[in-house]
Nanobody
Framework: QVQLVESGGGLVQAGASLRLSCAASGRTFSSYAMGWFRQAPGKEREFVAAIARTGGVIDYGNSVKGRFTISRDDAKKMVYLQLNSLKPEDTAVYYC????????????????WGPGTQVTVSS
């Protein structure tokens, strides 16, 4: 089992950057594929980025490709999401997710979730 806690959200202007962090607890963090999702008010939870156990496979949602970067540090049990060139439409609660089986590119493939961190981008 793994517990996840996100941090790093905030209020920024369009064009700015943020780095989100996800701290994991549990002894088997390296055995999980990790992902980031986001949910805006009134919308479905949307896939943002995912990284495989070894970091060798990475995938991004179409709306963030070229702007966001996911990474992991297994020694620190951390997952990061670098958000660049932020747009108002990136405003959402961002969730960290862990999957023991599949690369979490859909919300149904995540086994564990963090509570989320709010990102607000003003125009």
């Amino acid at each position: 089992q793994v517990q996840l806690v996100e941090s790093g959200g905030g209020l920024v202007q369009a064009g700015a950057s943020l780095r989100l962090s996800c701290a994991a607890s549990g002894r088997t963090f390296s055995s999980y594929a990790m992902g980031w999702f986001r949910q805006a008010p009134g919308k479905e939870r949307e896939f943002v980025a995912a990284i495989a156990r070894t970091g060798g496979v990475i995938d991004y949602g179409n709306s963030v490709k070229g702007r966001f970067t996911i990474s992991r540090d297994d020694a620190k049990k951390m997952v990061y999401l670098q958000l660049n060139s932020l747009k108002p439409e990136d405003t959402a609660v961002y969730y960290c997710a862990a999957s023991s089986r599949l690369l979490p590119t859909h919300k149904s493939s995540a086994d564990y979730w963090g509570p989320g961190t709010q990102v607000t981008v003003s125009s």
